[in-house]
């Protein structure tokens, strides 16, 4: 199992959805993806469409304005 952190700081939406898209895809099986967001827009984009597609997300606030949103590649 892998930590990979894709960095989305100062990217607007969609850019933030599609790189997670497209990232979740070069990881392997049990793979944590760490995306790190800015964007009011982005943080409900993600999380929303990776538990959509049933991965597990955690949302943590590392300082006022900027998260991690972990999601776990099961499939």
Do not use: F
Not at 9 to 17: D, F, K, S
Not at 38 to 57: F, M, T
Request: proline letters at 5%; glycine letters at 6%; charged letters at 30%.
């Amino acid at each position: 199992m892998a930590e990979v952190y894709l960095d989305c700081l100062g990217e607007a939406c969609p850019v933030p959805l599609v790189k997670t898209q497209n990232k979740l895809k070069q990881l392997k099986i049990g793979d944590i993806l760490i995306v790190q967001i800015d964007h009011s827009c982005a943080i409900k984009n993600v999380p929303e469409w990776a538990r959509k597609e049933g991965y597990p997300v955690e949302i943590e606030e590392v300082e006022e304005g900027r998260w991690d949103v972990y999601i776990e590649k099961i499939k």
